[in-house]
C-alpha cells in the first residue's frame, strides 16, 4: 500500500464517484478522483484530485502512481485504458477485461446469451437495410441501440416503421459507434437487482426494485419491487448468473423486463453503482457504495437485506437551464423522514439529475407518499420557501 | 453566499470533522477545514483545507473568507477567536457567547445553577486550601477539575483524602488553568443526550442513551438506555432546558448522571458531535452529524427518532503505540450487521479514538453481541487475517 491506508482511484467525478466517497469515509478508505474537468462534484471531497483527459499518458500515469487499487463511476472508459493502468502494476476493478464486455451492448448480450442467459432477441447492424431484414425476423417495433456510449436514452431510438429507421440511423451513428437493433419487448413492468460480487467470487444480490421511468430517465424506484416472490426469485437468478458471466468484480446494475407471460429477461448491465441502488444508503444494512469498496479492496461483503419493510427513491430531475438554487432542498429538509441527497452540480439542466430523495416506510405507498412530498418541494424558485 | 452551495468551515480536522463532511455531502454543502497540522482526517475529504494555528490572523483570514458559516468540532478555541470570526463578517454557530460559556467549567456550572438545573454541588478553589475547606462542605471523595481544556479523564482528579490534595493540585494546574471542585456523585448509571437546536430556537431531542466509560474514555454507548420512562422524561427535559440556558444552536452533547434515587444530575455539555451520538449515523432517522449541519445552516431539523429497536455503539480504543495495522478492520467486516467506522489516524497510541462499530438489533443484548464480536477483531497484527 502507497500509505497505511487503502487509496482507491475512481474514473470519474460525478455523484456515482462522490457517494462512493461519502462511503469510503467509514473505511478509512481514501479516495483519489480523475476527471477530465476541475470542480466535479466528487472532487470537491478529497485532497486527491487529477483533471484532465484519461487518454493522455501524464495524467493516467499521475493517477495510476496515487492509487492502490483503481475502478470506475461510468462505462465509457475505453477498456484499452484501463489495461494500461493494470500495464503500470495497479490492479483495476471490474476487471478490463469484464468493462469491455459490458461497454458494448452487442458484446454484452452474446456474452449473457452465451450462458443461456434471457434477453430480448437482438442482433448486429451494420445498414440500414439490416434493420429491415432484423424487422422481419423480430417484427416492428424494434429498439436500435448504438453499441457504446449510449445512457438514460440517449443512444436509443424505437422504431415503429420502416419510415423510422433512416432517421434514427442518422442520428445514432453520428457519434461513431456501430449499432445493434434488438426486438421491442412488451413488458409490464421494469426491474432492476444490484448484485456485488467479490475478488474472491463471493457473490451477495440486494432486493429485486421495480424502477419507472421518465423520458428514459429513471425517476422511481419502488423497493421491494411489488412483485410475486417466484418472480422476485427468477430475476435474482438472472441478474446473479449474469455477473458471473461476466466475471464481475465489485457492484453490478442489473436492468431487467418482467413480462405479462412471468418470463423475466435482462436489458442491460451497469459495470459500476446504479441509480436503482441509491436506496440502499439509508435502506440496506450496508449501501451498493461501501459493497463496492469492500468488493474491489477484497474485503469481506457487508449483509445486503433491508432494513426497513419498504423504500422509495424519487430522482430530483432538473426543471429547467440555469444555475442550481443555492436553497433548492430547504423546503424539501422539513419533511419528516426524507433523506435528501443533493448532488452539488453547479447548472441545473431539464431532465439532469441532481440529486434524489429516499423514504423509508412499512408500506411502498407510505414511503412514496414520503418522497414525492419532498422532492415536489425541490427546486423552488428563491423566495418562495 | 460564496458560490451556489453552502460552504460550512470547521475548527478541527479529526473525526467529528470527518463525519460532519461524510453527512454534508448529502446536504450538497462543501467544507472548510482548518486544523494546526496537515493530514488531518478531514482534510484528507476535502478540497478546502487551510492548515496553520488558529491564533494567525493571516490562517483566520483565509480561513473565514472561504466560508459562510463557521462551527467548530472540539470546544478547545478560545470564544475571541471565534469572535475575530465574527468580525470579519462570518457568522459563528454555537455563538461565541455560547461556547465562551460551555468551555469554561465553572461558568457552564453557573449558567445551569442558576437557570434551576441540577448540577452536582461545585465551587471555585484558587488554593489547596480552597479545597480542604470545599470538602468540609461537601464530604470526600471531591472532583478537582481544570476549568478548561479538559477532556477523556485530562484535567480531571479524584480526591479521596487529604492527601490527595497537593499532588492533584499540583498536576491539573501545570497547563495554567484555574480549577473548580466538585463533589463526588455516587452515580448508578451515566446517561446521555444529544440535543440539536435550530437558529430560530426550534428544539429536538435525540433518545437517551446509556454510557459505560473506561479509564475515563467513552467505550460503550446503548441506546436507548434500559431505564424508566420516567427516568428518560427527566433527563430529556434537563437535558433540552440545558441547551436552552446557554442560548445554543447545533447539535450539543449533555452527559448526565442517574443517582440511586431516581435524581438526575448534569455532568458535562459538549457544544458539539459526541461520542454518545455517534449510534445515530445508522440507528436514527437524521444522525447528530447531518441535524448540526441543519441546525448551523439555518435549515429545518430532521426528525431524532430511532429506527431500530436498539444500538450498541462500542469505540475502537488503540491497543498499543505505533503506525496503524493497513489491514486493521478486514477481519471486523465480515460480521453481518456491525457498521464500521476507521477514522484515518496514521498513529494508534493506547486507549487513542481509532473508529468506532455500530450494530443495532431487536435488543440491546443482540445489538451488544455483535458490535462486541468486530470490536474483538480489530487491530489484529498484519498476516493474522
Known amino acids: 500500500m502507497l500509505n497505511n491506508y487503502m487509496r482507491i482511484g475512481i474514473f470519474g467525478g460525478g455523484q456515482l464517484a462522490q457517494m462512493l466517497t461519502?462511503?469510503?469515509?467509514?473505511?478509512?478508505?481514501?479516495?483519489?478522483?480523475?476527471?477530465?474537468?476541475?470542480?466535479?462534484?466528487a472532487a470537491r471531497y478529497t485532497q486527491h484530485a487529477i483533471v484532465g483527459p484519461w487518454e493522455d499518458e501524464t495524467v493516467l500515469t499521475t493517477f495510476a502512481h496515487?492509487?492502490?487499487?483503481?475502478?470506475?463511476?461510468?462505462?465509457?472508459?475505453?477498456?484499452?485504458?484501463?489495461?494500461?493502468?493494470?500495464?503500470?502494476?495497479?490492479?483495476?476493478?471490474?476487471?478490463?477485461?469484464?468493462?469491455a464486455v459490458v461497454q458494448d451492448k452487442l458484446w454484452q448480450k452474446e456474452r449473457l446469451a452465451a450462458a443461456g442467459l434471457a434477453v430480448p432477441p437482438f442482433r448486429s447492424v451494420a445498414t440500414p437495410d439490416d434493420v429491415l431484414t432484423a424487422a422481419q425476423a423480430f417484427?416492428?417495433?424494434?429498439?436500435l441501440k448504438t453499441r457504446r456510449n449510449g445512457y438514460d436514452g440517449y443512444g436509443?431510438?424505437?422504431?415503429?416503421?420502416?419510415?423510422?429507421?433512416?432517421?434514427?440511423?442518422?442520428?445514432?451513428?453520428?457519434?461513431?459507434?456501430?449499432?445493434?437493433?434488438?426486438?421491442?419487448?412488451?413488458?409490464t413492468c421494469e426491474l432492476a437487482v444490484m448484485v456485488v460480487r467479490g475478488r474472491d467470487g463471493t457473490?451477495?444480490?440486494?432486493?429485486?426494485?421495480?424502477?419507472?421511468?421518465?423520458?428514459?430517465?429513471?425517476?422511481?424506484?419502488?423497493?421491494?419491487?411489488?412483485?410475486?416472490?417466484k418472480l422476485a426469485a427468477q430475476a435474482t437468478d438472472l441478474a446473479v448468473a449474469a455477473i458471473q458471466a461476466?466475471?464481475?468484480?465489485g457492484i453490478f446494475?442489473?436492468?431487467?423486463?418482467?413480462?405479462?407471460?412471468?418470463?423475466?429477461?435482462?436489458n442491460e448491465l451497469a459495470p459500476r453503482p446504479h441509480n436503482s441502488g441509491h436506496y440502499t444508503i439509508e435502506a440496506c444494512v450496508t449501501s451498493q457504495f461501501e459493497n463496492h469498496l469492500r468488493a474491489v479492496a477484497g474485503w469481506p461483503l457487508g449483509a445486503t437485506a433491508l432494513r426497513s419493510p419498504a423504500a422509495v427513491m424519487v430522482n430530483l430531475l432538473g426543471r429547467r437551464n440555469g444555475p442550481i438554487t443555492p436553497t433548492a432542498i430547504t423546503a424539501a429538509l422539513a419533511v419528516p423522514g426524507a433523506h435528501m441527497h443533493f448532488y452539488g452540480k453547479r447548472e441545473e439542466r431539464i431532465g439532469r439529475k441532481m440529486g434524489h430523495v429516499t423514504a423509508l416506510g412499512s408500506t411502498l405507498a407510505e414511503a412514496e407518499a414520503i418522497a414525492r412530498q419532498a422532492a415536489a418541494l425541490v427546486a423552488m424558485p428563491d423566495g418562495q420557501q
Chains 1, 2 share one sequence.
Open 66 to 99: 496515487q492509487c492502490d487499487i483503481v475502478t470506475l463511476e461510468n462505462e465509457f472508459i475505453d477498456a484499452g485504458l484501463l489495461e494500461r493502468v493494470v500495464a503500470q502494476g495497479v490492479p483495476v476493478w471490474p476487471a478490463p477485461a469484464t468493462v
Open 246 to 249: 461476466v466475471d464481475g468484480v
Open 139 to 143: 417484427g416492428w417495433p424494434l429498439v
Open 156 to 187: 436509443n431510438a424505437t422504431l415503429r416503421t420502416a419510415e423510422d429507421v433512416l432517421p434514427a440511423w442518422e442520428r445514432l451513428t453520428r457519434g461513431g459507434s456501430p449499432l445493434l437493433v434488438e426486438a421491442w419487448v412488451p413488458f
Open 22 to 41: 461519502q462511503a469510503a469515509i467509514s473505511l478509512g478508505i481514501e479516495i483519489v478522483i480523475c476527471e477530465r474537468v476541475a470542480d466535479s462534484p
Open 203 to 229: 457473490i451477495a444480490s440486494y432486493p429485486v426494485v421495480e424502477t419507472v421511468q421518465q423520458n428514459h430517465i429513471c425517476h422511481i424506484v419502488r423497493a421491494p419491487a411489488p412483485i410475486e416472490a
Open 253 to 266: 446494475g442489473v436492468e431487467l423486463f418482467a413480462l405479462a407471460d412471468g418470463q423475466v429477461l435482462i
